[in-house]
């Protein structure tokens, strides 16, 4: 818990701005010290100095601005050449005094007598040594609008951008949702101010902004537990993202008092004659990360597929802690469609309580319930409505169909421009916690809202979300009873599970190509070495 990084929604950070700002505290001038220090370290690790480099500082009209101009005005002082290109009509007063005072040149882009032009400011930041952009921060409102999207544009389509720092978030990005509404400069480096906005952590937004540092602000802000969901007026209250270090404090570690039954004994219901590969990965990836016992619920095919891959697999169904369903199921298969239904029916759902917005999830301590994982094939089968510790595990084009089935309309791309939007939909509409694949995993519950990013993009190869689901059960397995109760863990096991995933593509291959199956090989060295934390 203690190392995750959270990202704070806007009326969160709003809030404990204000008695600062009542106060007089200069949180302005703090967070303008703090970029312009970090931006001539960036100048002298590329330039070797920060006197005589060119900077210069895209402001627009609100506060984000005022920390560009108040930084242009330090960097000027350090020798930088400062221009400060301003965009629209207003721009923050105090800031502009303190530019004027340290000799930037502040210049108009657009039309106008003085003004630069556009094609003239696009050329004039494309010429810098550093690149500011202070356009937009919290306030913005959807897409960057008039000249500032226009000047973006003209950027986006230079063959070369010089380094970009920005302030507070990459102009233009859904702060609290993650979306990319309109043209964004993706940022080599930006500098939240006070806390993370939502759509740093988020996708698509995300991917613009790679290297995120936090410039601390003294701020108050109360800690959100996962958990806190926030209404939609408000927006998100907070996002999380697991870092390697809460791997050990997180990852169901045996004791010596436990035997394979206490461990957690996983269920698997995957594959068919068609799949049996599924089978084998699923059953693989949960066995390699350390369940006690996995039992395999299948056709004949894929069940001696198992056996042969892994001998220690348990065929047939039997008492278990956690389930996974669905991957390499057809639907249509009667067989395993029952299955499906009957491992299903050990979630408990149909049960009455488990929607209480907090406190214990309902009628759950008879420990006659199960978490369940749900993917692939599985997806089709699921009831209306679900409970927190079942686990969707979509990719963009599931979550389509799913949502579709639920009165939804939508494509892939609908889904992958707005994945915090429809993974929430999706568990608002199910009860469900919803654990959305892609690029960045976005994990989205009633126990609150998780984004990794470890994956590399070698790891979109068929099968890799096989691997997940089985990593998943032996997780939910290990921590069944506590999962039933505690929405909350539900969401952060979910996330755990991405977070190895992606690190074991890596470890199978860094840098290179993975398959499926060396991910699953990968699995035990891959948790050996996050929870001890020492270099294999
Ligand atoms: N309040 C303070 O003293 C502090 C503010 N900080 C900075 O202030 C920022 C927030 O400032 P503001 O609340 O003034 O908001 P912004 O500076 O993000 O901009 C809001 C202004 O931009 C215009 N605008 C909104 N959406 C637009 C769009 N899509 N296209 C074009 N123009 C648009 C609106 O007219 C609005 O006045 C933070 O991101 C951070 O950079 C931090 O430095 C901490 C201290
Ligand atoms: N561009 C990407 N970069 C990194 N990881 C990705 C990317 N695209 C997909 N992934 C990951 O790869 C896995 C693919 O899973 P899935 O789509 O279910 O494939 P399959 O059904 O073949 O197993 C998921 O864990 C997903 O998060
Ligand atoms: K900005």
Not at 245 to 268: F, I, L, N, T
Request: hydrophobic share 50%; aromatic share 2%.
């Amino acid at each position: 818990m203690a190392c995750m990084i959270e990202a704070v929604g806007v009326h969160r950070v709003r809030a404990a701005e204000e008695p600062l700002l009542a106060a007089g505290v200069p949180l302005m001038e703090r967070a303008a010290a703090a970029i312009a220090a970090r931006a001539a370290q960036v100048l002298r690790g590329r330039q070797g100095a920060v006197r005589g480099a060119v900077v210069v500082v895209l402001v627009g009209p609100g506060n984000n601005g005022g920390d560009g101009l108040h930084a242009a005005a330090r960097l000027a002082r350090r020798g930088a050449r400062v221009t400060v290109v301003q965009l629209g009509d207003r721009v923050h007063e105090g800031g502009l005094a303190a530019a004027d005072a340290a000799g930037v040149a502040v210049r108009r882009a657009g039309a106008g007598p003085e003004a630069l032009g556009l094609p003239g400011a696009a050329r004039l930041a494309l010429d810098a040594d550093l690149l500011v952009d202070a356009l937009l921060g919290i306030g913005a409102t959807g897409a960057l609008r008039g000249d500032a999207a226009r000047l973006v544009r003209q950027l986006l389509a230079a063959d070369h951008r010089p380094f970009v720092l920005a302030v507070d978030v990459p102009s233009g990005i859904g702060v609290g949702d993650g979306t990319v509404p309109g043209p964004v400069l993706p940022a080599d480096l930006t500098l939240a101010c006070g806390a993370l906005a939502p759509g740093l952590l988020l996708p698509p937004a995300a991917g613009h902004a790679p290297h995120v540092e936090l410039v601390d602000l003294d701020l108050d802000v109360p800690a959100a537990q996962p958990g806190d969901v926030g209404g939609p007026a408000e927006g998100l209250d907070a996002v999380h993202r697991l870092q390697d270090a809460d791997v050990p404090g997180a990852w169901p570690v045996p004791r010596p008092s436990d035997d394979k039954y206490r461990r957690g004994v996983v269920g698997v219901v995957a594959g068919t004659a068609t799949y049996p590969g599924a089978a084998v990965l699923t059953v693989g990836a949960a066995v390699r990360s350390g369940a006690g016992m996995v039992r395999y619920v299948g056709p004949a095919e894929p069940a001696a597929a198992v056996l042969a891959a892994h001998p220690e697999v348990v065929p047939g169904s039997g008492r278990v802690q956690a389930w996974v369903l669905g991957p390499g199921v057809d639907p249509e298969d009667g067989e395993q469609a029952r299955h499906v239904q009957e491992a299903l029916g050990e979630a408990g759902l149909g049960s009455r309580g488990y929607f209480a917005p907090t406190g214990v999830w309902g009628p759950t301590a008879d420990a006659g319930i199960r978490p369940v994982v749900v993917d692939a094939g599985a997806l089709a089968a699921l009831p209306e409505r679900c409970a927190p510790w079942v686990v969707l595990t979509p990719h963009a084009g599931e979550l389509a169909r799913l949502l579709g089935e639920r009165g939804e309309t939508l494509v892939r791309e609908d889904i992958e421009a707005e994945p915090y939007r429809w993974a929430r939909r999706a568990c608002d509409l199910t009860g469900a916690t919803v654990l959305l694949k892609g690029a960045t995993t976005v994990v989205v519950g009633p126990g609150g809202t998780f984004s990794q990013a470890e994956a590399p993009a070698w790891l979109a190869t068929a099968g890799a979300g096989d691997v997940l689901a089985g990593l998943l059960g032996t997780l939910l397995a290990a921590r069944a009873e506590e999962a039933v109760q505690h929405p909350g863990l539900v969401v952060r096991l979910a996330a755990l599970a991405a977070l190895v995933h992606g690190r074991a593509a890596t470890t199978a291959n860094p840098g290179g190509p993975v398959s499926a199956s060396m991910l699953v090989e990968a699995l035990p060295r891959t948790i050996a070495r996050l929870i001890t934390r020492e270099e294999r």
